[in-house]
Nanobody, 125 residues
Framework: VQLQASGGGLVQPGGSLRLSCAAS????????VGWFRQAPGRGREAISC????????YYVESVKGRFTISRDDAKNTVYLQMNSLKPSDMAVYYC???????????????????WGQGTLVTVSS
């Protein structure tokens, strides 16, 4: 199952972007969705997730208070609103479905390998 992340771009430090994660060929209903990112030369980092109900969300410490995840099942889309962006947020952002998502953790299967192309977020002045 592959999702398509979009909405990346070039933004100055302190700026905002909203990423979208869209699904084709299947529905997000009753499925958790997570956002991940990979900076150059680094491993993939899990940063936020939302459970199937939309009532449970998780954020990695480095983005708490700046990023907000939400879902619109009618549009089959999950969003990641990113505010107060920092150069350290620069990465390729990916989304993926069907992960463990609680208020304290998020985890995707080790065998998940359908990451797609992701969307590049560049934070630079």
């Amino acid at each position: 199952v592959q999702l398509q992340a979009s909405g990346g771009g070039l933004v100055q430090p302190g700026g905002s972007l909203r990423l979208s994660c869209a699904a084709s060929g299947f529905t997000f209903d009753y499925r958790s969705v997570g956002w991940f990112r990979q900076a150059p030369g680094r491993g993939r980092e899990a940063i936020s997730c939302i459970d199937y109900s939309g009532h449970v969300t998780y954020y990695v410490e480095s983005v708490k208070g700046r990023f907000t995840i939400s879902r619109d099942d009618a549009k089959n889309t999950v969003y990641l609103q990113m505010n107060s962006l920092k150069p350290s947020d620069m990465a390729v952002y990916y989304c993926a479905p069907d992960l463990l998502c609680t208020e304290s953790t998020m985890r995707i299967s080790d065998i998940y390998d359908d990451w797609g192309q992701g969307t590049l977020v560049t934070v630079s002045s």
